[in-house]
């Protein structure tokens, strides 16, 4: 068993430098420098986390908080940024590319593996990043040893919960990005500054806490009853659907762009932060409530 662990969790950082390296790479091709080869100067923490979690916690990972995740976010977020950007200054190369799904259906007709990959949209390369990436972030958490006081109801919680998350994320992030227009780069920056706030949900498991402990609080204080439910409120506000809100009512109000899906996402938004203002009222009227 503890060899699986130590195996599980070798894996699984292997893995998130290989997708980091795919990223980097996709960096020096399209920005034809192989300067942008330092960007793996920024895998050396993530490296040396995991020689001292294998060294001294035998590859489990911790309870409220993922080094392993926060750091391959380190690695691979600058490479996302560039190729969000790049793309949008550089389009002129757009209509020379290969869609994803004729690649496919093409592949006899492709010399090699590399120029297939060089053959293939830029906007369709970072999408297929950004799906990728929030894929691997479930999957890894799945397959890192899990820390002491997490258990596997509690991390079928978390999965679930980042399952859900990476759905909004992408959603959001292809959805807002597709509506940058070229006269708008402040947009551009404003949805990846927000794009990365929202990542920071992965590393951190704030949102899943140990039952014990609320058990043994019933008589305590607010917000050592509810820790579970408050936290899950305090990351959809401030780090989800609250700023989504907030970006999509500026995309509508200052840039004046306005349609069908970005306007049934603000509404979804809208909801949602509603949804958890009421849970919160309602579970201060449960606190009150003479026992």
Request: proline share 3%.
């Amino acid at each position: 068993m503890v060899v699986l662990k130590f195996i599980c969790a070798v894996i699984t950082r292997l893995l998130f430098i290989l997708i980091s390296l795919i990223a980097v790479w996709r960096v020096t091709l399209v920005k034809h420098s192989n300067y942008y080869w330092l960007l793996i100067i920024l895998y050396l923490p993530l490296i040396l986390e995991m020689i001292v979690t294998l060294k001294r916690r035998k590859g489990m990972d911790y309870t409220w908080f993922s080094p392993a995740i926060f750091l391959f976010l380190i690695c691979i977020i600058p490479s996302m940024w560039i190729l969000e950007i790049h793309h949008y200054s550089d389009k002129s190369n757009a209509h020379q590319c290969k869609k994803l799904d004729d690649l496919f259906h093409n592949a006899t007709h492709v010399n090699s593996t590399t120029e297939a990959l060089k053959a293939v949209c830029p906007k369709d390369w970072i999408l297929a990043l950004h799906q990728i990436l929030l894929i691997l972030l479930i999957v890894g958490k799945w397959l890192m040893p899990i820390g002491v006081d997490v258990t596997k109801y509690e991390l079928s919680q978390l999965l679930l919960i980042f399952t859900g998350t990476a759905a909004d994320i992408l959603e959001f992030t292809s959805e807002t990005i597709s509506d940058v227009k070229e006269n708008n780069p402040q947009l551009m920056y404003i949805t990846l500054g927000i794009w990365t706030w929202s990542m920071l949900q992965f590393p951190l498991h704030l949102s899943v806490v140990n039952p014990k402990t609320e058990e043994a609080s019933e008589d305590g204080s607010f917000l050592r009853r509810h820790q579970t439910d408050l936290w899950n409120i305090v990351e959809s506000l401030l780090i989800q659907d609250g700023p989504f809100l907030l970006v999509r009512i500026v995309i509508m109000g200052h840039f004046k762009l306005v349609h069908q899906m970005l306007l049934f996402f603000t509404i979804k938004n809208f909801l949602v932060v509603t949804l958890n203002f009421y849970r919160l009222y309602v579970m201060f009227l449960t606190y009150k409530q003479p026992k």
